[in-house]
DNA sequence: TTGCGGCGTAAAAATGCCGTTAGGAATCGC
DNA sequence: GCGATTCCTAACGGCATTTTTACGCCGCAA
């Protein structure tokens, strides 16, 4: 099952293994990128700024490091090192470079998509001056107010937006009606809750994947909502 | 070479692992704790706060990978796998139960310790001054109003809230029946105990490891009842 | 043994909150 | 001004929570 569509680098001179490797990610959803040698590779890293780069070592131009050290140099994008060499001091090597994880060939595809699912973890949860939350196939831009869900642009009303960024503001905690009360329409209005009610409504459905089991905007009853985000 | 001299949790009931990687840990600079079954070691990643908690998968007394749900239940600290355990299908269930890097047995101290350097660096820190409760197997943050007990998000009613964080506020003393109904239920309410005995019993079901044997929730016979925290 | 008080357990009944819907008022852009 | 959007009001059914009610267990003392 895919997240939000992640485009995936792939540096691989090998055009079977190549191959196997497209259907494969494709099959998950990812977006795929391939290039052939290390100058293309560093070329389309720059180029298509994908959301993670998986690097072979055994490359015909130059080094694999050196294809770590270049991407390290601009980029903290995650780097999943795939190679044939299995000496420790390869691999140390490798990670001491700066890639994210180091696979020995021949690899299982379902331990490689695992690790590539731990990378985008990272990423999503390093870029902190960024806000965006990933609410299941719904995706929230704090800085830029900018919401989409499924690749389109969702509107939301100046309320709507103010009541998720309070919630956000307050991630994975609770946030009471009071607060949410208070911030969004003004202290005057502490005791109409029922305005939360209508507003979390209007939330899920534009943003909850199945509006009526809500994953994301949890309430806690007699207390107030909770803002749960899938990292 | 060390970094800021980390915290590295061990959580392994091998003796002469634990031994060896603590021999090799403190020689790069590294501080160790050490735990030798899963229990303890979610006693000691709460009460702790290491950096990062390499976790071994085979462990006497319950499953590594509840150990990894656990800690992920409240902190995103790096957790490193250590395992016999080479089947693919294995890796795959640890990674995504949020383990950040498996690596098998044997290994090479060498490509650990890089990996360890890499988990490291691309910690992403946790909330600073978190508190939280350690109840066994169970998890309570108090400000975040989030509890968990093997990595399952537990929930609580408010009444079951405000009762436990009554009782954590006075954490290791005897809180008074008194007490309670007034903080809880309010000064009208004084004369009903009796809600205390179901209400603790509630909190027993939901967070002790065995109910029937109650290890925090203790009762002071004709007194009241005191909240016993782990660490 | 028997009765009693404190405690634990269980399930039904009552309460109040919450989700949902629809329609009308206010506001904004044109 | 006019339409469209946004916001507020009101009502109802369902359900989580709370409260009530009832019973079994244990230790203790008469």
Redesign the interface.
């Known amino acids: 099952m895919a997240e939000a569509r992640a485009t995936l680098l792939v540096i691989e001179d090998d055009a079977e293994i190549r191959r196997f490797l497209r259907s494969a990610l494709a099959a998950e959803g990812y977006k795929v990128v391939e290039s052939a040698n290390a100058h293309r590779g560093l070329v389309d890293a720059a180029s298509h700024k994908p959301d993670l780069a998986i690097v072979d070592l055994g490359l015909p131009d130059f080094d694999g490091l050196q294809v770590i050290r270049g991407i390290r140099g601009w980029s ?1 994008m995650p780097i999943v090192v795939l190679s044939a060499r299995a000496r ?2 390869a ?2 090597e490798a ?2 470079a700066g ?3 180091y696979v020995t060939k021949p690899f ?1 595809v ?2 490689l ?3 590539i ?2 990378a985008l973890r ?1 990423r999503a ?2 870029r ?1 001056g960024v806000v965006v939350l990933v609410l299941g196939e719904a995706t929230v831009d704090l800085e830029a107010r900018k919401v989409t869900r499924r690749g389109k642009d969702i509107h939301l009303t100046p309320i709507e937006y103010r009541l998720l960024a309070c919630l956000a503001a307050h991630l ?3 946030v009471t009606h009071r607060q949410l009360l208070t911030e969004v329409w003004g202290p005057t209005h502490q005791a109409d809750t029922h305005y939360l009610r209508i507003y979390m409504k209007q939330l899920r459905d534009k943003l909850e994947s199945d509006p009526l089991r809500p994953r994301h905007f949890v309430t ?4 107030g909502y ?1 803002l749960v985000c899938d ?1």
């Open positions: 903290p420790e001091h691999k140390i990670l001491d890639a994210d994880d299982g379902g331990e998509l695992a690790r699912r731990v990272h949860r390093s902190e994975g905690m609770v806690e009853t007699g207390v909770r990292d």
